[in-house]
């Protein structure tokens, strides 16, 4: 009776900024028209967070879910002492072909300047995703995935852990605020990802998931 009585309570989880959310944490994004509907107003959960290794640094990846079926993926970035938070989806080869077109689409691999390419038309289901058009920021640059929140510790690689190497492109809008993204795969698997950039005042409230 008495270990009940003087049994220590757990402690209770608390959020102060975004870049500490965890799986099963929440974030309230503001009510806002400048934002895709998928994250106007929404409630999003964490569902994993990921690793990118750069040569000179890493970037953590949150993977959120909200009402819709697509993934929206979060970064966090400090620029200068400011943060923005960078949301991006992933796009498939008829979209890329809708939006820019695949021939346009193209040069960004085969040109040896800096490519410039615009957008050709707005489908719904992107609509406030897209600017008018984007130039290349970026030759193509290398980087390792880690499907494991390395937040903390030292990066350690070995079979089977969900790593893989990558080479990606960027691509920005003359406001630096869109972007497209391209990661392609050892596999010749290309990755595509609609991007936008947001002050990270944007996320009004963090709900803690259950400790663990």
């Not at 707005?122 to 030759?139: G, H, I, M, T």
């Not at 010749?188 to 400790?211: E, H, Q, W």
């Amino acid at each position: 009776m008495f270990s009940k009585l003087f049994k220590k309570s757990k402690p209770v989880k608390t959020l102060s900024k975004p870049a500490d959310l965890q799986v099963g944490d929440m974030l309230q994004l503001i009510d806002s028209f400048a934002l895709p509907p998928e994250l106007k107003g929404a409630t999003l959960t964490v569902t994993q967070v990921n690793t990118y290794e750069y040569e000179y640094e890493n970037e953590f990846e949150f993977v959120l879910k909200g009402p819709g079926q697509r993934s929206i993926f979060m970064t966090i970035e400090n620029d200068d002492g400011e943060e923005w938070a960078n949301f991006s989806i992933k796009i498939e080869r008829k979209d890329v072909d809708e939006i820019f077109t695949l021939e346009q689409f193209a040069h960004i691999f085969d040109d040896e300047d800096l490519t410039e390419i615009d957008t050709k038309q707005v489908p719904e289901k992107f609509e406030r995703w897209l600017d008018d058009s984007y130039k290349q920021c970026s030759e193509v640059y290398k980087g390792y995935y880690h499907e494991q929140d390395f937040r903390g510790r030292a990066i350690q690689t070995y079979a089977g852990d969900g790593s893989e190497p990558f080479e990606a492109f960027s691509l920005m809008s003359s406001e630096e605020d869109y972007f497209v993204h391209i990661e392609i795969w050892p596999d010749g698997d290309t990755d595509v990802s609609l991007m936008i950039c947001r002050p990270v005042s944007d996320i009004v409230d963090l709900f803690p998931g259950d400790p663990r």
